[in-house]
């Protein structure tokens, strides 16, 4: 389709000359006499260009550029006038006009004019349209993907910047929930002020109040000063409760305060602050089923969830692993000051077919691990870990010992095979069992296996 152009030229003749002119050029032109006919002519179909008369009765051209630029804000528009003066021409430029016409002038300059015009509209739109491609359908800050589940995060993520609403990322544990909290805040209108992290399941019970709220001197023993609270720190900025599902009941209830009112109180102290801080919260675990079992309050769980986002794990975007791995490749050639191997399709094949339990945080310690110890130029799929060259079943079925077995003994191996795998980390052990953090201590106690996963010394 042929650029479409509208003309605005109180001058009989001119317009017909003009009209002539570029309808014989190939574009699509319409011809007006006033502005207000202009404008009306943009409302109902948006032009690629405007070539306006600057002197026309009722309306110049330099308001019905301002007028036409509300109405279309991408369009070119090129003003004429016969009284060219250094300071029209500024002051058009300063008003969105990409050229201006001084009459008189002939064909060929007015179809230099306008082609110019509409080669600078196109590479605009091409240019916008390739920064969103660049950055929305393959990364986000360093959130990588461009799988389809990666593009309804990256929509909602896009979203949530400019907002103050409180944000819940669900997800697995390492699929990238603090990297999605930090760039919400860094491209957002807090990125000036502190981003605040409290790792909810990590806290001490007695301590979580303190930690949050902030304590005076001699609230509690060991309180040997007053100390401001993570919502007090991040005033101003945004506060990223992480593990927020760990949080015991009475916290919440503080919490649900906050929210609400935006006051805190420190522990031992009676005296509210008042504090403006954006809330984004995380888990791994499923809020709702807690809330049905009374370990989260419903309250507090709608406070949170104005503007869910849902992180896949690996497993489920396993198109995303070949743009993964070149970026961490990337990464770590810097980090490591060397040239790092590439992946022969092997190897890439025994990664899509390994369920990944710790997600994209597992695929860079893997990769940082294969680059350190590779000497060659070419990773194979023998060179591989032991855990990517097992083919691990389809389904979720458990086969049983001909002899039958022990369930103790069946919890004690699996609790094993978690420490395991998560290299001796309680918390990410907990998230591949399905357990809380409290319960999978409770166990390893019971069961007096150490965060290695050897029995007989406990914790």
């Known amino acids: ?155 909602i993520v896009q979203k949530a910047v400019p907002i103050n609403s409180t944000v819940l990322i669900l997800g697995e544990s390492g699929t990238g929930k603090e990297m999605v909290a930090r760039h919400i805040h860094f491209e957002g209108p807090r990125s000036k002020k502190p981003f605040a992290v409290v790792n909810c399941a990590a806290i001490p019970d007695a301590l979580v109040e303190s930690e949050l709220f902030g304590h005076e001197k001699g609230a509690f023993t060991g309180a040997e000063a007053s100390r401001a609270g993570k919502f007090e720190v991040a005033n101003g900025g945004t506060l990223f409760l992480d593990e927020v599902g760990d949080m015991r009941l009475d916290s919440q209830a503080k919490l649900l305060r906050v929210l609400q009112d935006g006051i805190v109180e420190r522990v031992g102290s009676s005296t509210p602050r008042k504090v403006d801080v954006r809330v984004i919260a995380a888990t791994n675990r499923d809020l709702k089923k807690l809330v049905d079992e009374g370990e989260f309050r419903e309250d507090l769980f709608f406070r949170l969830d104005v503007l869910p986002i849902t992180l896949p794990p690996l497993r489920e975007r396993v198109q995303d692993l070949p743009l993964l791995i070149n970026h961490f490749r990337d990464k770590l050639s810097k980090r490591l000051a060397k040239k790092c191997p590439t992946l022969a399709p092997d190897a890439l094949e025994a990664m899509r077919h390994y369920r990944w339990p710790g997600n994209v945080r597992e695929l860079e310690n893997t990769l940082e691990q294969l680059y350190i110890l590779s000497d060659g130029e070419t990773i194979h799929a023998n060179d591989l870990p032991e855990k990517l060259r097992k083919r691990e079943p389809e389904t979720g079925d458990i086969e049983l010992p001909s002899g039958g077995l022990v369930l103790e003994d069946l919890e004690q191996d699996l609790i094993r095979q978690a420490l395991a795998r998560s290299g001796g980390s309680i918390k990410e052990a907990a998230e591949l069992l399905g357990l809380t953090y409290k319960t999978l201590q409770y166990r390893l106690k019971k069961h007096e296996i150490d965060r290695k996963g050897d029995a007989g010394e406990g914790e």
């Open 1 to 155: 389709m042929k650029p479409e152009i509208l003309i605005a030229e109180d001058d009989d003749t001119q317009r017909l000359i003009l009209n002539d002119i570029l309808n014989g050029a190939g574009y699509r032109v319409t011809a007006v006499p006033a502005a207000k006919d202009a404008l009306a002519a943009l409302r109902d179909n948006p032009r690629d260009v405007l070539l306006t008369d600057l002197r026309m009765p009722e309306m110049d051209g330099l308001e019905l550029l301002r007028q036409a630029k509300r109405i279309c804000p991408e369009m070119e528009v090129v003003v004429m006038t016969a009284f060219a003066t250094v300071q029209t021409a500024v002051t058009a430029m300063k008003e969105g006009a990409s050229d201006y016409l001084a009459k008189p002038f002939d064909k060929d300059e007015l179809l230099i004019v306008v082609e110019k015009a509409i080669e600078r509209g196109n590479l605009r739109r091409e240019n916008v349209q390739l920064r969103e491609l660049v950055s929305q359908s393959v990364s986000l800050g360093n959130i990588i993907g461009e799988s389809p589940a990666m593009q309804r995060v990256f929509t």
